[in-house]
Every structure is written in structure tokens, then in C-alpha cells.
């Protein structure tokens, strides 16, 4: 999937309504300065429908943080892949490790979720990664390679259907500590060797993009976004920030 560079701003459950407005008129109008920039927010559910009507017709788009992999029913609490939509939403964050590791979501959910996703016509953005322990027993790739395995066996995707992977270790997201640029894309690499193995180049290259997550900012965004392995940035603490927001869309604008 061709791709502009992708800065992915994950609110997580951060910012009022006061501050979620008025961060989002200071990106939509950044964003328009840079229309070679792909530019994704994911506010609060509770707010997604007013930031939608904000967003009409300007190129940001806007995720979900999570969604429920049934249509409509008796789940209480949970939001649906339609309702997504309905508010605007284009993209939806999938399998956040903060949700494996708060909800116990597991791979086999993700799964579905994504599958339901894609049905609905949503991108997700399908977050991969290590905790701290596997990447110092040596056993990284392999787990990395496994949630691929768990999270897209059985899956033949459709001409249309993009899909973003997210790579965040999880000892990188909110810690401050963010992975190294080329070890990131080692594993990128590795990711996409599994995607080839399971589907055709061909399909790999029209269908997917890669994202890096963890600690990234406006100061070392350039490392990672690199327009060919890592095609752009799932940022949670910084895409909060004004200046760090803005100059992210700034800095990868090429
Ligand atoms: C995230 O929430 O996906 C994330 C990468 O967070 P942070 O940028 O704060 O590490």
C-alpha cells in the first residue's frame, strides 16, 4: 500500500472535551499545511462524533481506540465497528497493549476484532510487540512472529482492505525509553518476512503499512519514519502535546 509518511495520535483516555477541541482546530489546520502528511487522531469514544464534525472535509482522519467484534447485541460497554463509523471513524486501533495487559485481550480477540474490522470497512491498525522479559530472554521475534501468526491466520485479505501493523514493544509505550531506530526496523523486517511467508509480496506491498510505536516524539520522529520499512509512527504520551503533535506532522513532511 503506497503511503504518505502516517503520524497516528493515540489520546488513550487523556484530554477533556475543553482540550480535546482545541487540540484537534490546531491540527486539522497544521495538517492542511502538509497534505503529504497522513494524519491520524484517536480521541476518547466520548468524543469521537464531535471531533468527526470538526474533521468533515479536512484530511485528518479519525480512529476508534477499540472496538467490539459483533455488529450490535446485548455487550454492555463495548462499541461496534458501525458505530465507529458513524462518528467518522476510518481507522481502529486493535490489540493496544494496554488492553492486553488491563482487559486480558488476547490474541484470538484481536482477531476478531480485526476481522470485523475489515468487514465493516474500517482500517485497523493492529498493534505487535514483546514485553521487556521476552526481548531479554532472546525470544523477540518469535513472539512477535507468533501474535502475527494468531492474529491473521485464516485471513486472505481483499484488494481493498489496508491494513496498518503497529510494531510497540511494549517496554517502549509510556516509558520513555523508546527502542532503537534500526532494531525497530529489524523487526519490521522480520514482521514482514512472516506477512510474505503467510500471503504474496504482491499483497503484502498493496495491502500493508507498518507503524512504529514507543516514546516517540517531534525530536526523533526522522529516526523511524523512513518511507520504505517503517512507513510512519503510533504515538500515544506526545500526540497529546501541542508542539510535539505539531512538530511531528512538521518533521516527516517531506
Ligand atoms: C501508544 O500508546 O501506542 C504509544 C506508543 O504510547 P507512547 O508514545 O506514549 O509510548
Not at 446485548?74 to 486501533?93: D, N, Q
Not at 520513555?176 to 518476512?193: F, M, S, W
Request: glycine share 10%; net charge negative.
Amino acid at each position: 500500500m503506497a503511503s504518505h509518511p502516517i503520524v497516528v495520535g493515540n489520546w488513550k483516555m487523556n484530554l477533556n472535551s475543553k482540550q480535546t477541541g482545541e487540540l484537534i482546530m490546531s491540527v486539522k489546520k497544521e495538517a492542511s499545511k502538509h497534505s503529504s502528511v497522513s494524519v491520524i487522531v484517536a480521541p476518547s469514544f466520548t468524543y469521537l462524533d464531535s471531533v468527526g464534525k470538526i474533521l468533515k472535509g479536512s484530511k485528518v482522519q479519525l480512529a476508534g481506540q477499540n472496538m467490539f467484534w459483533e455488529s450490535e447485541g446485548a455487550y454492555t460497554g463495548e462499541i461496534s465497528a458501525p458505530m465507529l463509523m458513524e462518528s467518522g471513524c476510518s481507522h481502529v486501533i486493535i490489540g493496544h497493549s494496554e488492553r492486553r495487559k488491563y482487559l486480558r485481550e488476547t490474541d484470538h480477540m484481536i482477531h476478531r476484532k480485526m476481522v470485523q474490522a475489515l468487514e465493516c470497512g474500517l482500517v485497523p491498525i493492529v498493534c505487535i510487540g514483546e514485553t521487556f522479559e521476552q526481548r531479554q530472554q532472546g525470544i523477540k521475534d518469535l513472539v512477535v512472529m507468533q501474535q502475527l501468526q494468531a492474529i491473521f491466520g485464516g485471513l486472505i485479505p481483499t484488494e481493498k482492505q489496508n491494513i496498518v501493523i503497529a510494531y510497540e514493544p511494549i517496554w517502549a509505550v509510556g516509558t520513555g525509553q523508546a527502542c532503537d531506530p534500526n532494531e525497530a526496523r529489524e523487526t519490521i523486517q522480520v514482521l514482514k518476512h512472516a506477512l510474505i511467508d503467510m500471503y504474496q509480496e504482491h499483497v503484502v506491498q498493496q495491502n500493508f503499512v507498518a507503524l512504529y510505536g514507543g516514546s516517540v516524539d517531534h525530536t526523533t520522529i526522522t529516526q523511524y519514519v523512513d518511507g520504505d520499512i517503517i512507513n510512519g509512527v503510533l504515538v500515544g504520551g506526545a500526540s497529546t502535546r501541542l508542539d510535539s503533535m505539531l512538530g511531528m506532522i512538521r518533521a516527516v513532511d517531506t
